[in-house]
């Protein structure tokens, strides 16, 4: 149901962007969600961003991070600027999906993209 691309492995102070596609028999999106796990470390929150645009952003990456959605295609993006060896984790993308013929949303993973930042 979700697909992410975009990781990698950039040096510090680089940038990379991070898509995340919703496919299948889908109504509509909500919510819609970066979280990332480092290792031997619990998964977080990194940003959210509704349906029509309203953002939020864990504060280590207020100011480096954007996220953005194209509602037409049910894909979410992070930009990340600014990159710091302590973002290096696996990225997650979440998402709030109504299925066609269905009144309530279910929340989707999508598989995790990793993200390696060199000092």
């Known amino acids: 149901q979700l697909q992410a691309s975009g990781g990698g492995l950039v040096q510090a102070g680089g940038s990379l962007r991070l898509s995340c596609a919703a496919s299948?028999?889908?109504?509509?999106?909500?919510?819609m969600a970066w979280y990332r796990q480092a290792p031997g470390k619990q998964r977080e929150l990194v940003a959210t961003?509704?349906?029509?645009?309203?953002?939020w952003y864990k504060d280590s990456v207020k100011g480096r991070f954007t996220i953005s959605r194209d509602n037409a295609e049910n894909t979410v993006y992070l930009q990340m600027n600014s990159l710091k060896p302590e973002d290096t984790a696996v990225y997650y993308c979440?998402?709030?999906?109504?299925?066609?013929?269905?009144?309530?949303?279910?929340?989707?993973w999508g598989q995790g993209t990793q993200v390696t930042v060199s000092s």
């Open positions: 961003i509704t349906s029509g645009h309203s953002t």
């Open positions: 299948g028999d889908i109504f509509s999106v909500n919510d």
């Open positions: 979440n998402a709030a999906v109504i299925r066609l013929g269905q009144s309530f949303s279910l929340r989707y």
